[in-house]
């Protein structure tokens, strides 16, 4: 059974760093896509990132150059670290597989706020 | 960055009838087009890929169309577990971008 189960959401002031987690069971991260997705509070989704292939990468706009997506083969995991962080940046992240994204984790909440 | 769009914000359907639902892409993503069902408080779930091809265990009520820039999503007959929020996504380009969502609500 495919499953994924992000952590390291919490509540962070601007300007701080966050690192999230997504662990993956029942497939191989290296062999699928990987991304990101947000949606802050009452919004819609928002494509953040994505790892693919030998470990090629992608970004929104709005995140280039703060975040950075990275995964670990020998631990089948998944990992965006943060940096800098906005109030815009307050939402439910989400792990997903593939692409378009059939697999999806619960979400972790990371909230930006002083 | 392509741009999606979709119509209406809010559909209002009895149920047992049927919702058509639009999207609209800003340029030609072919039938690179997903569309997804959200619930309150659960993550999205994948229901249609490829423009028409039904995700895995998907029920045949739901079906789709378009390529190019206009795509229809349409529920043949609404039973309570399908009001729910439902977005579309090209995945033609980087980066994937997602409409703004239409929620379907019981009227």
């Known amino acids: 059974e495919v499953q994924l189960v992000e952590s390291g959401g919490g509540l962070i002031q601007p300007g701080g760093s966050l690192r999230l987690s997504c662990a993956a069971s029942g497939f191989s991260v290296s062999s699928n896509y990987m991304s990101w997705v947000r949606q802050a509070p009452g919004k819609g989704l928002e494509w953040v990132s994505v790892i693919y292939g030998g470990g090629t990468t992608q970004y929104a706009d709005s995140v280039r150059g703060r975040f950075t997506i990275s995964r670990d083969d020998s631990k089948n995991t998944l990992s965006l670290q943060m940096n800098n962080l906005r109030a815009e940046d307050t939402a439910v992240y989400y792990c997903t597989r593939g692409a378009p994204s059939d697999s999806w984790g619960q979400g972790t909440l990371v909230t930006v706020s002083s | 960055e392509i741009l999606m769009t979709q119509s209406p914000a809010t559909l209002s359907v009895s149920p047992g009838e049927r919702a058509t639902l639009s999207c609209r892409a800003s340029?030609?993503?072919?039938?690179?087009l997903a569309w997804y069902q959200q619930k309150p408080g659960q993550a999205p779930r994948l229901l249609i890929y490829d423009a028409s091809t039904r995700a895995t265990g998907i029920p045949a009520t739901f079906s789709a169309s378009g390529s190019g820039t206009e795509f229809t999503l349409t529920i043949s007959s609404l039973q309570s577990e399908d009001f729910a929020v439902y977005y579309c996504?090209?995945?033609?380009?980087?980066?994937?971008?997602f409409g703004q969502g239409t929620k379907v609500e019981i009227k």
């Open positions: 340029q030609s993503v072919s039938n690179t």
């Open positions: 996504q090209q995945y033609n380009k980087w980066p994937q971008t």
